[in-house]
């Protein structure tokens, strides 16, 4: 089963026991009821407390992996198939150039994009991508506990990085997509130009191009994400001693993945997003209880 159908199936999965909560609720609390009275605020809740359990999720997830970084995992030599949160740099004898501002990377991604109209009406709009892709150069990482070699392609977790559309820019990227083959892309969003357990025996990279209507690359917006040689970085997979190096969680169906800083900055960005996401979780259990609390005949919602 692929990662994507796994994660769809607990979403669903989720979201019908939310929903199974809520007619329980409203079939105990509000017995005589008609169910029109109460139909809004069951789906209302539902898809809130369905949210603030995703959003808590999410938390959870961020405080477990600013756990694991820095820890015992990150001082000794791991064993065959042991996950592994390492901290280091990465280094590569082959680095790439980057598209749009032509720097060595170890790894990156990018997209040309701009919004545009969505339908008859001008207030939709939609992100189109013209341009997009990604590389990875065969590396190793450098930590405390000694070298791993870079088995399985690294998914950069990064923030983006805007690029202003320079003359500079657009020069670096006629040389860099100079003899390259672009794919055409079946549609307009831009996607992984690789699977999740894409091995790394060699240079590895994908460019596609979206073709209809294209415009000149003056007239889109920019974005790269890039990890340089010797930039610490963090990294979350599994060791592999038959790969003789680091690889992908095929177990939980994870790529490889990079974050950029050291163990301080790494744990500060993990604390941050795992904050954000709580925020959000408290607020939509917070809508669900309201919800629930209208369903109960505590107060009246008016629906």
Request: hydrophobic share 50%; proline share 5%; aromatic share 10%.
């Amino acid at each position: 089963m692929s990662p994507l159908v796994r994660a769809l199936m607990v979403w669903v999965l989720l979201l019908v026991a939310c929903l199974a909560a809520f007619v329980a609720l409203a079939w105990w609390g509000r017995p005589g009821a008609h169910w029109l009275e109460v139909d809004a605020s069951i789906v209302g809740g539902a898809v809130a407390a369905w949210f603030g359990v995703q959003f808590g999720r999410a938390a959870l997830k961020r405080l477990r992996e600013r756990a694991a970084v820095g820890g015992p995992d990150d001082m000794g030599r791991p064993g065959d198939g042991a996950f592994v949160v390492l901290a280091g740099v990465l280094q590569t004898m082959t680095p790439l150039r980057t598209p749009f501002t032509g720097v060595e990377a170890v790894a990156y991604g990018y997209k040309a994009w701009r919004r545009e109209r969505w339908g008859k009406s001008e207030k939709h709009t939609r992100e189109v991508a013209y341009w997009w892709g990604e590389g990875s150069a065969p590396c190793t990482l450098l930590t405390r506990a000694g070298s791993f070699a870079v088995r399985s392609r690294l998914e950069l977790d990064l923030w983006s990085a805007m690029v202003e559309n320079t003359v500079a820019a657009q020069d670096h990227f006629a040389a860099f997509i100079q003899g390259a083959t672009p794919e055409v892309g079946p549609v307009a969003i831009a996607r992984p130009g690789f699977d999740w357990d894409t091995p790394l025996d060699g240079l590895v990279r994908r460019d596609k191009q979206r073709q209809v209507d294209a415009p000149s690359l003056s007239a889109l917006t920019l974005h790269e994400w890039v990890v340089t040689p010797g930039e610490p970085v963090v990294l979350m997979g599994r060791y592999s001693a038959a790969r003789g190096g680091l690889v992908h969680d095929e177990g939980a169906g994870r790529p490889l993945r990079v974050l950029k800083g050291d163990i301080a900055t790494v744990r500060a960005q993990l604390l941050s997003g795992a904050t954000s996401y709580g925020v959000l979780s408290l607020v939509a259990l917070g809508v669900a209880a309201m919800l629930a609390g209208s369903i109960l005949g505590w107060h009246d919602l008016g629906f």
